[in-house]
Structures are given as C-alpha cells and as structure tokens.
C-alpha cells in the first residue's frame, strides 16, 4: 500500500482504528515484547520532529561531532595506548601488554594479531626500538587500516538508487533509514522507504512514523504480508513515479537464518525484474555497543548477503568503537555512516582521515 504526504492524517486515523479491530492477544504480547528490543531506540526517535525540519541553531563542525562522538573510545583505547609509551625498549612484557590492551578496545583477535606482528617485525629489523615509537607504529598501522577501500555510498548511473538494510533487531536500522530518508530529502532528492519487515508490526509503525518526520512516501503492506511483495510493489512504484533514492528496510531474525536468506533471496530477486541493477548497496546496521558482537554479526549477515557497506550506531555512547577497525580489516568492507549523537545530522558519512584523527590527535596539554 503506498502513503503519499497529503493523506497523512486520514492515514493515521485508518490505522488506529484497524490496529483496534485486529489486535489479538497474541499480536499485542508480540508487540510488547518488540518493544522492549526497541527500548534504546525510541529515545533516539522522540527529539527528531523538530530536528528534521529545522537545523540546530549551534552547528558543530564536522570534525568537532567525530571528536564528541568517538571521546569515550578515544578515553578507552588511545589513552590506554599511551600508558605504554615510554622510552623503555620493546620486549616481551610491553608486547604482551600491548596484546591484551588491543583485544580490550575491541579491535578482535585477527586485527591484534595483524598488528602485533608488524610490531615484532619491525622490532627485528631494528626499524622502531623504544615503547614509543611501538605505540606510534600502532597508530600508523590502524590508520592504514581504516584508509582502505571507498567508504561513499554508490549512486545507480540512472533511475532509482535501491538501498537494502538489514541487520538485527534493536541495533538502530529502522532509525538509520529515517534519517538517511530526512538527509537525502534535504539534498533536493525524491525519496521513497518500503517497510520490508513485515513480520513485525511495530517495525512497520516506526517506518512509517519516519516517513512522517522526514517528509517521504512509503509503501508499507499489513503485517505478515509477504515482504518480497512489498519489495517489488516499491520498486515498481520508484520507477514509475522518477524517484531517485529507495530504501528498503528488512527483517532481522537471525535465530531462523535459513527462513531469512530465503526472504533476503527473494527480495533481492523481484527487485531486480523491476530494476536490474538493483540494489545498487546492501548495507548492514550494527550497534557499537555490543562490541565484539557486532564482528560476530557482520560474519553472519555475509553468510546471508552479499555485503557492500556498514552503517554502525550509537558510537556516541560506548568506549567500544574500536570494533569498527577489527570490521574494516577482517572483512574489508567499507563504513558507509556512523552514528554519533540522536540529533538528525549525527549520523555522519564516515571518514577514515577524521576516525583516526578523532582517535589519535593531541588534546592542548597532552
């Protein structure tokens, strides 16, 4: 079903009163329950109306809201590093603290290790010998890391650009698309967002409460309907009315992982009769708070989908944004945007040059 901006209201009301006329008992402690998984989203979502349709008077420039997002990582992981430096030699003590100081800010095992050993070779070679000029060789190596690979979002070279999210429950998806949607609408772009996540009421309702804020058409079908339906039912209509951005939000139940490559499958697949270069990025959300995890996440979804980006979330609220270097270099996947504060324009194209700098520059005093 297609809602276009000028039936809003009308929509509104149609929508409480069959909500009121379907809800079983069944569907309403389903609801309940996808509630408490979208607690730490809804905080996110109750300032946006404002913050959409008027920019904050204070703009911080761009560096400033990568530096204010990424402090407690900063906090974490570079002022845990310069504990280390010193003018002591490299030996096997420093090079074991070293070790577990890394695996502390969530760079993983196989980035670690990576680094570890460009330390040792260089040690052997006699290229770095103090503590120092270790930490400093660190620095170097996850800068490089960072810099590898296009980091922008891919355009179609004609007609609709499709995006397809997924990721699990929770991790901020749902809000991404939104404000993607409210970003590319400001840009003089015609946006279209199709609720993909059919199984989940409340994940429809929260689509189309963005497309509300961000000023978008949506198509959103009734819960449970078939997804792929909505898919192709969006990418006709992309077409059909010249719009040039399509975002499709998915489900994310990775505890039935056959059922949802079958679907993802699927949709990839009647997206393409409509639009065959489509989609042009499937992009996976993660939240920087589960750490690890979320290495663990970006592992299956590859198994599901052909990954091509990442947008990671919430980087404002946790010291574990070193997962993001541990994902860049074990799966060599670019980040597409990450997410430092719930105002609007906090989700921030990300840039390897400002990641790094926010990580690693010298506060006065320092």
Not at 115 to 142: G, W, Y
Not at 314 to 322: N, P, S
Request: charged residues 30%.
């Amino acid at each position: 079903m297609f809602f276009s901006k000028k039936n809003r209201d009308e929509r509104k009301r149609l929508k409480e009163e069959k909500r009121e006329a379907v809800l079983t008992e069944k569907e309403l402690s389903k609801q309940i329950s996808e509630a408490e998984q979208e607690a730490q989203t809804q905080v996110q979502e109750t300032v946006l109306t404002k913050e959409i349709k008027a920019p904050q008077e204070e703009k911080t420039s761009f560096f400033g809201k990568f530096k204010r997002g990424l402090s407690k990582t900063k906090q974490m992981f570079t002022g845990s590093l310069d504990q280390l430096a010193g003018e002591d030699p490299i030996d096997d003590d420093f090079i074991e603290d070293l070790e577990e100081r890394l695996l502390g800010a969530d760079l993983g095992f196989p980035t670690t290790e990576k680094i570890i050993n460009i330390i040792e070779e260089k040690h052997r070679k006699k290229d770095i010998q103090s503590q120092t000029e270790a930490i400093e060789t660190v620095k170097k190596v996850i800068s490089e890391i960072l810099d590898q690979g296009d980091h922008t979002l891919p355009l179609a070279e004609s007609g609709p650009t499709v995006y397809l999210f997924v990721g699990v429950n929770g991790v901020g998806k749902t809000t991404s698309i939104g404000k993607l949607a409210a970003k590319f609408n400001q840009e003089g772009k015609k946006v279209l967002v199709a609720a993909g996540d059919t199984f989940r009421a409340a994940a429809i309702e929260q689509l189309k409460e963005w497309a509300i804020r961000a000023d978008v058409d949506i198509i959103a079908n009734a819960s449970n309907s078939d997804p792929a339906a909505t898919m192709y039912e969006a990418a006709e209509m992309a077409v059909a009315g010249n719009y040039d951005i399509l975002l499709c939000d998915t489900a994310g139940r990775l505890q039935t992982k056959k059922n949802l490559m079958d679907e993802l499958d699927k949709m990839q697949r009647v997206i393409k009769k409509v639009i065959p270069d489509a989609p042009h990025a499937s992009i996976l959300t993660l939240d920087a708070n589960t750490g690890q995890n979320a290495i663990i996440q970006t592992k299956e979804f590859s198994k599901l989908i052909g990954l091509d980006g990442l947008i990671v979330t919430k980087l404002d609220g946790t010291a574990k944004g070193g997962v993001i270097i541990g994902i860049v270099n074990e799966f060599e996947i670019p980040v597409y945007y990450i997410g430092v504060g719930e105002a609007i324009d906090d989700l921030q194209p990300f840039s390897p040059r400002l990641f790094a700098d926010s990580l690693f520059e010298k506060e006065k005093g320092e």
